[in-house]
C-alpha cells in the first residue's frame, strides 16, 4: 500500500495492526512480537505464539478485545530516543524480535528511534498513528485468516504465526470488499480452469507448466487467430523461431549473466572427439531470436519500419513457491512482436499502435485501464543507455503523442527503463489491483548489443530503436485475465462450446443432427445434447458451463423450421428462423461480437 | 543399391569400379584401394593418393584410360583362396588396406575369400561382375565429383580420396539422370528457402534449429490452417502442451534410457535447500504429454474416439554431420495427434482418416505416393506387444480396410514396430527416391505403459488403443517437400506474396493503392511495386520470386475499372474487370484452388 496516496486509512490501519497486538497480549500471556505493517487491504502482525497453537476460532474473543480497547480511547504517544535507549526498552518490554530488529536498523544506519504507546502497551514503531483508538473504525475491520511466516521472510528462522485483518474506513467499504472477493474466488481462473476444463498441471511435466486442455486451446487459438489477424492489417509479418539458443547468444543478448537466475540450466552437449562444449538454453525472451533475423540480410531504410511478429514460447524459472495457476508461470506464450525503427518514426508508429491497442480492448470490451508514460530520471544521467539527444527526441514524441491522443495518463518520471521510455498499459483485476498486461517499450540497447544497422539513403550505415509490444500479453495471463473478467461466461467468439441444440423429444433428433452438422461445416462448434438427462437438467448443465447459446428444438421448431434460442444471462427466449439464426450467429462469430458483461461491472 | 532389385546393373556398376581402380593406378602410380562398391546411382572407389591430389581437372584422363580398358574386353577371372592365400596375395599386390580388410573379415568369421582379376589387375572382392569388360557401357557413366572419406568411416583414421561415379545401363538413363539433378539443384530446398526467403540458420542459435522468415512463416502458418480445418470437421480437438517435462515422463514413456542418444541432455534443477535434483529434457515426442491429457480425468466410453492434435514442437539432437536443411533438424514441429479408442473402432476409424489422407494429397496434387501396409512376422511370436488376439483382430480390420479402399497397396510382413501395425505412405522426391511423409500408427504398449483406461458400458476397466497419425508430417519435412515438388511455385493460397500490382506509369498509382488496400483488407497478401524499376525488370523480378500473380494497371485498366492479370507460368495475359478478378482472387485462395503443376511432371 502506497502511503501517500490515502495517509488517514494508512493511520488507521497501522493503528489497528498496534491494537491486535495488544489484544493478542492481552489474551495470550507471554506472546511476543514481530512485525505488523499495513497492506494493500488491510494489515497484518507475526507473533511468536511459544508453541500455543491458535486458529480462526480464537477470532471472536480476539476482535472483542480490539473493540474494547477501541471503545476505551486510548490515546497515542509518542518516545523518541537513541539506540541504547530503544534496545533497553525493547529489553524491558521482554520482545526479543523487536531487539533483533534495532540492531538490524542500526546496521543499515539509523540513529534515531522512536516508540508508540496507548494504555500499557507499547511497540517500536515510527508511526504515523491516529490520536486515540476511539477514532478507528470498530466495524470496519475483520481479522482475516492465520498463516505461518518465517522471521525476516528467511526459512532458515523460525517460523511466526501471521494474523491478517481486512480494515478499511467505513463498514460499507469492509462489505464491498468482502462481496467483490467472494465474486472473486468464485470467478478465480484456477476454479473456473478446473470446472470448464481450460488446464491441467501434471507433476510428470513439472510445476509451472500448464497443458492446454481442449477447451482451453480453443480460446488460445481464438486469441492468436485475432491477434493474427490486427496484425496482418498493421504491416506485421510473422515468424516463427526456436525456443532455445546458444549460450553465446545470450551472452551477446546480455542476458548472460544478468538474468541467470530467472532461465532455466543449460543443456550441456559433450562432443567427445573435440572435447567441445556446447550450452543450449530454453529461451527467456524472443527479442535475440528476431534481432537475428533483422541482422540475416542487410537492411536498408526501405524496410522499416520492420514488425516481426511472434507468439513466442519462452521459460522462466520461477521459485515454486511463486507459480500460481496460469498467472505465475514457466512456460508461457507472448503475443510477441518487434518493430525496427528510425527514430523520426516512433511517434507516427507508437500512434498506430496505440490505435490497435484499443481497438483489441473495445472488442474485449475491456474499459478500466489507463496509461501510464514512464520516462527518465532527469537527474538519472548517465544511468540511461542511449544519447542524451535520442532520448529527448523519443520522449517528446511519446509525450507530444500521448497529449494528442486525448486519453488521460499519467507521466511516470524516473520509471523508464535503462534502455528507453515505454507506454505501460495498467489494467485492474476483479479485486482492483492493478497489472501490467499491455506494454510499449523503446530500446537504445539492443541495436548496439547486437550490433543492427541499416543503410540510409545516403549509403550510410545508421542504428534502428527497437520497439517491444505485446498488446495480448501472454496466452496465460491473457486468459486467466478474460476467464475472470467474464467469470468464465466468454463472448461467443471465443466460447470453447458456442451452441448446444437440446431436442424436447425424439422426434426432433434429425432436425437437430442436420442443423448441428450444417453448423460443423461453418466451423461452429455445436454440439448435440442427445443424453438421457431430463430437459431441465439438460439446460442447468450447459448453463454451468457457460455455454452462451442453447437451442431448444420442439415439435414446433422442426414444423416452422425454427429454433428457439435461450442466450447466457438473459431471461427471454427468442424463437428464430432457422436460416436467420444461422446468419446471426455466423455473424456474430465473425464480427466477434460481445453481448457478455464482464464480472467487474456486477461489483 | 539393392543387388536383387536389378542385378545386371549391379554388375555393370561393380565392374565399372574395377574399371576406375585400374584406370586410376595405371594413371599414378603407388596409389593404394580401400573400398569401392556400387551406389544407388553409380559406384565410388576409395584411394590412398599418398599426399598427391586430385580434382575434377584429371577426370577426363581417367575416363579415357577406364574407356580403353573396356575396348580391350578384358575378361574377369574368379580366384577363391583362403585366408592365408588371400593375406598373402594383397601383400603382393602391395594394398595395405586390403590386408586390413582381410584380417577384419576374418575377424568377422569369414572364411572363404575371392579376388577378381582382369588383365593385369585384381582386386579382393565377392564378385559378381560382368563377364568382360567389353560388356561395359562405355558411355552410360561418368566420374562425378571427388570427396574426402575417412578410412572405416571413421575419423581417426587416414582421409583417403573418394571418386564418385554415375553409371547406368544406357546413355540416354545417364543423361536423363544428368536432367532430373539438375533440376532437383535449381529446386533444392535450400537453395530455394535462401532465394525466396523461406528460413535462415544462425550459428548464435545452433544448428539445426531454423530460424524461420515471414516466407516461410506464412506457407507453414497456412499449412497448419488447412490442417485445423480438416481436423475440426473430422472431429480432432485439439491441445497445447509444453515442449519440456520431467525425466519422470520419459521413464514412464521407456524414452529413457532406450531414447536418450537422440535427446538433448537435461537440465538439471538444483534445489540447494533439499538437496533435490529436477531434471527437465526436451520432448523427443509428443505422445507422453497427450497421454497425460487422456488420464487426466476420467474417461467412459462414451468418450471414444477422443481425438487429440496439437502442431507440437518436437526436439531430437541429431549428429551435426547429418543435419541438412529443413531435412534432418534438431527442432521440428509435427502435425500431430494421437487417437484413444476401443479396438473395434480402429477400422472405421483409420478408414476415416485415410479419407482425410487423400483428401489433403488431392488439395496438394500429390500423385506419386503409395500405401503400405506393416504386419507382424507371424513367426515372430514374443517379440510383440499385445496380444495375439488383439494383433489379428487389428491385422484383419486393417486389411481388409485396404482392401476395401480400393487402394493399391504392398504388405509388409514382418516390418510391424514391435507395439503395433502401421501404415506408411511412401512419397517419392525429385530424384525418384522414397521416404515415408505420413503414417498412421497403431500402439499397444503406451496404454500399458500410462496405464490408460476407460470405462465400458458395464463400468469395467478397459484398456483402450492408441493411434498416432500425422498426414502432413513436420513443418520442416512438409514445406521442403512442398518447396521442391512446386519448385518453389507455390499454389496462390499458400504463396507468400499473392499478388503483385504493378503500375505502367505514375497516373496509376491510386488505382493500385486503392485496390491493394482492398486486398489486404480481406487478408490477400498483396504487394505494390512503385519502385523505380522498369516495367520489364519489374516483371522479372517477381516472376523469379514466382509470384502467383502480376497484375498489371495501365491507363486503359483504369479507365475500365480492370486489371490486366499475369499468371505464374502461363503466357496469355488476360484482362478481367476489378471485381470480377477480386471475387475470382478470394474464391481461388479461399477453396485453395491448385494451378500449378509440381515439378515431378517436367522431369
Known sequence: MEERSNPELYAIRHSLAHVLAQAVQQQFSGVTLGFGPPTETGFYYDFDFRGRSV?????????????????????????????????????????????????????????????????????????????????????????????????????????????????????????????????????????????????????LVGKGLPLWLPAGTVIRDEVETYAKEMEFKAGYQRVSTPNIAKKQLYLMSKHLPAYEDSMFPPMICHHEDTGYEEHFYLRP??????????????????????????????????????????????????????????????????????????AMYKTFKFQDYRFRLSLRDPDGAGKYQGSREMWEKAESMLTKLMDGTGLPYQKGVGEAAFYGPKIDIQFKNLMGREETVSTIQLDFLAPENFDLHYTDEDGKDQRPVVIHRAPLSTHERFVSYLLEYYGGALPTWLSPVQVVLIPVNEDCHDFCEDLAEHLHGKFVRAELDFSHESFNKKIRTHTLKKVPLLLIIGNKEVQEDSVTVRRFGVKEQQTLKRGVFVAELLEEIRERKNFREPITSIV
Not at 480511547?73 to 533497553?88: G, M, P
Not at 520482545?95 to 528511534?113: A, C, D, S, T, W
Not at 516481426?308 to 512456460?331: C, H, I, M, P
Request: glycine fraction near 6%; charged fraction near 30%; hydrophobic fraction near 35%.
Open 55 to 203: 486458529s480462526e476460532k480464537d477470532f471472536p474473543a480476539i476482535e472483542k478485545g480490539m473493540r474494547r480497547i477501541i471503545q476505551e480511547k486510548q490515546v497515542y504517544n509518542r518516545t523518541d530516543c537513541s539506540f541504547e535507549e530503544a534496545l533497553a526498552k525493547a529489553e524491558t518490554l521482554g520482545e526479543p524480535y523487536k531487539v533483533m530488529n534495532i540492531k538490524m536498523l542500526k546496521e543499515r544506519g539509523v540513529q534515531h528511534f522512536s516508540f508508540y504507546s496507548n494504555d500499557k502497551f507499547e511497540d517500536l514503531c515510527e508511526g504515523p498513528h491516529v490520536s486515540d483508538t476511539g477514532v478507528l473504525p470498530a466495524k470496519a475491520f475483520k481479522l482475516d485468516r492465520v498463516a505461518g511466516a518465517y522471521w525476516l521472510g528467511d526459512e532458515r528462522n523460525i517460523m511466526l504465526t501471521r494474523i491478517y485483518a481486512l480494515a478499511f474506513e467505513t463498514e460499507e467499504e469492509l462489505k464491498d470488499f468482502l462481496r467483490r472477493r467472494e465474486i472473486a474466488e468464485t470467478y478465480d481462473h484456477k476454479k473456473l480452469g478446473k470446472e470448464l476444463g481450460i488446464f491441467h498441471f501434471d507433476d
Open 285 to 358: 525472451m524472443n527479442c535475440p531470436h528476431h534481432h537475428l533475423i533483422f541482422k540475416s540480410v542487410q537492411r536498408s531504410y526501405r524496410d522499416l519500419p520492420l514488425r516481426l511478429a511472434e507468439y513466442g514460447t519462452t521459460f522462466r524459472y520461477e521459485q515454486s513457491g511463486e507459480l500460481s495457476g496460469l498467472l505465475r508461470v514457466r512456460g508461457m506464450t507472448l503475443n510477441d512482436a518487434h518493430l525496427y525503427l528510425r527514430l523520426e518514426q516512433v511517434g507516427e508508429e507508437v500512434r498506430q499502435m496505440l490505435g490497435m491497442y484499443m
